[in-house]
């Protein structure tokens, strides 16, 4: 980004100037600042048609960058340099809280820091544990590692003292602690246990909850309240056993211009009505480098306006990494999603890589959003001026891009693969436009869904409108679920209206069947049903849609080389400077000129 600080933790002096005049739409200016500072390229390493091995957060011991490049998440915290002011307060493991807070002589604990410095200080935390559960108020704070050293919160305490009932049980006796427990009906339903969030590991790998000591096997715990005991199904001796205690970690309280960075937040069993292990209200919070996994619910929820959360790594939380609500003017970029939702939360409810409702001029950009139990990115409840762009959402569970009654939403240049259901959806908003994406191997590819939910509100009617998609490229379909798959699909479950009556508009795209699947090509709304296409030239002809769109079959994808990640259209091939000229927002959003030719699908 642009405002004085260089990503990735060079400096420290970043603040969200560039975005206090953006109340109206103003995207355009934001994304030209966003962009000026990345250098326009993504690296798309490792994106070929077999899954990249991610980093496995299982283990205690990690790589903490992602499998196709640095630029995506958190820096090793070893390789962090932010820079220690005059005047810093130190904390360290072994220091004491009757100490000054000085390097000389630091704290013990987080909790004295923030209680301690006056508004405006920085707190650099020394390498260690920190189990801790940590509250700041209407103070303006920054908490940092030392330079080179690694800092963690810590939910979790080590668990002695197991007694073997049996070569395949064993227990712990005086085990009281105890959370909040169930409920949340509207959250749970693939697992009944996932609002229940205790967490016990095995050499830093997560154990799986059972309901009844009967039902305890290898790999389980149990949580016998009645009689204070814990039990476990593998063996604990010789191994590191630890269980989860604290509820929380970071609760920002209005802490106007704080900044947490570089620091690792794990093991913490956050209910789902506590939202998260890390929560931030306010305005102005900035969230980097981070990481944050195997919590039991949210990685981070952030409530603040003007807030940027970037180069961050969200990895086997329960529910899901990263959530925002009732937010403007928010940056979320260069973060890394992976293997959230554990607990399998409902699919339909919240979950996934990363969830944002009632936000507003939101930009989405250069994130990696990957082997998620649910969407990679999903945005809902009416938000609205919020722009994606240039995103890598790959192998998630349920939907890659989800746009749900919103409104004005640009979705651009993402490469989007191998999603279970849909690549990308829009479901109920108006006015969402996709540009320039490159969808491999979906479900289906683009799908918009209208249902008989219904508003009097102009801006959020609960139906699609003013639906523009233009210069993407589709390749193949690979459905379980739903059926039929479809390169595009419009439909309407009132069955009483056509995509044209839904202000669906499709030209400028390109349509690959490698081989002969899927049979249908298109789904057409039309009153009374969905007609289905098998062939480009039929659905042009009977619906006036993709008069300049390009259909092939039985025809490799026109990409440079996809096993090597290289996902652009090949020079010379029919995409290349086939697609329409950009508008200048969308231009903007992607960080190319507009009015100029351009290729089909994926431009940076």
């Known amino acids: ?24 739409r103003g995207l355009v200016q934001r994304a030209s600042l966003a962009f000026a500072g990345v250098g326009g390229t993504i690296l798309l390493l490792g994106l070929g048609a077999q899954t990249t091995a991610a980093a496995d957060y299982s283990s205690p011991q990690v790589s903490q960058l992602s499998s196709i490049g640095a630029r995506y998440g958190a820096q090793p915290a070893t390789a962090l340099r932010y820079p220690v002011p005059p005047g810093a307060y130190f904390v360290s493991p072994s220091g004491s809280n009757s100490g000054s807070g000085r390097q000389s002589s630091p704290w013990r604990t987080v909790a004295k820091a923030v209680s301690s410095a006056p508004s405006g200080s920085t707190i650099v935390l020394r390498a260690g544990t920190y189990h801790e559960s940590v509250t700041w108020y209407r103070k303006t704070l920054t908490l ?17 003292g197991w007694v ?55 790999d389980s715990f149990y949580v016998d309240r009645a009689n204070e005991r814990l039990y476990v199904g593998s063996s604990p001796t010789g191994r590191a056993m630890a269980a989860s205690t604290l ?48 919590n039991a619910a949210i990685g981070l929820s952030d409530m603040s306006d003007d807030s940027t959360i970037t180069n961050n790594t969200f990895a086997y939380n329960g529910q899901m990494g990263l959530h925002s609500h009732e937010t403007d003017n928010v940056v979320i970029r260069e973060n890394w999603m ?130 523009a998609i233009r210069n993407n490229i589709i390749v193949d379909a690979n459905a379980v679920w739903p059926k039929p798959p479809a390169l595009l699909a419009i ?49 042009r002809r009977r619906t006036g849609q993709e008069v300049h769109g390009l259909g092939f079959n039985r025809t490799p994808a026109p990409f440079v080389d996809p096993a090597a990640g290289n996902y652009r259209v090949r020079l010379g091939s029919p995409p290349a400077l086939a697609g329409k000229p950009l508008p200048p927002d969308i231009a903007a959003a992607i960080g190319v000129p507009s009015g100029v030719p351009v290729d089909m699908g994926i431009l940076q």
């Open 1 to 24: 980004m642009g405002g004085g600080r260089s990503p990735r933790g060079t400096t420290v002096s970043y603040r969200q100037s560039e975005y206090s005049a953006t109340k109206q």
């Open 144 to 160: 940092q590692p030392y330079p080179g050293e690694r800092a963690v919160f810590d939910g979790s305490v080590p668990v002695t």
């Open 164 to 218: 073997a009932d049996s070569s395949t049980l064993w227990h712990v006796d005086g085990w009281k602690t105890t959370f909040k427990q169930g409920g949340r009906p509207d959250l749970v339903y693939n697992n009944s246990l996932a609002a229940y969030p205790d967490m016990v590991f095995r050499d830093g790998i997560p154990l799986r909850q059972v309901g009844s000591l009967s039902q305890v096997v290898a």
């Open 247 to 294: 509820s929380r970690a970071l609760y920002l309280n209005y802490a106007q211009n704080s900044m947490v960075l570089g620091i690792t937040f794990q093991r913490y069993a956050t209910h789902p009505d506590l939202v998260a292990a890390v929560l931030g209200t306010g305005k102005g919070l900035f969230f980097e480098n981070n990481i944050f996994r195997h």
């Open 338 to 467: 992976h293997h959230n939702n554990t607990e399998r939360f409902k699919l339909p409810g919240a979950q996934g890589g990363l969830k944002v409702t009632a936000g507003s001029n939101h930009l989405w950009v250069d994130n990696l959003s990957e082997q998620n139990y649910g969407c990679g990115l999903w945005l809902d409840r009416r938000s609205h001026d919020v722009t994606i762009a240039r995103n890598v959402v790959r192998d998630n569970s349920f939907r890659g891009i989800k746009a749900e009654v919103s409104a004005r939403v640009i979705i651009a240049s993402n490469l989007v693969l191998r999603n279970k259901t849909y690549g990308i959806l829009d479901n109920e908003s108006n006015g969402v436009r996709i540009w320039n994406n490159t969808l491999v191997l979906n479900g289906r590819g683009i799908q918009a869904t209208d249902s008989s939910r219904r508003s009097s509100d102009t801006t959020f009617p609960k139906d699609v409108k003013a639906m």
């Open 491 to 539: 439909e309407d479950f009132t069955r009483t209206r056509t995509g044209s009556q839904m202000g669906v508009t499709a030209d400028y795209n390109a349509y690959y069947r490698t081989g002969t699947a899927p049979q249908t090509l298109v789904m057409w709304a039309r009153s009374g049903g969905t007609s289905l296409f098998a062939d480009l030239a039929e659905f």
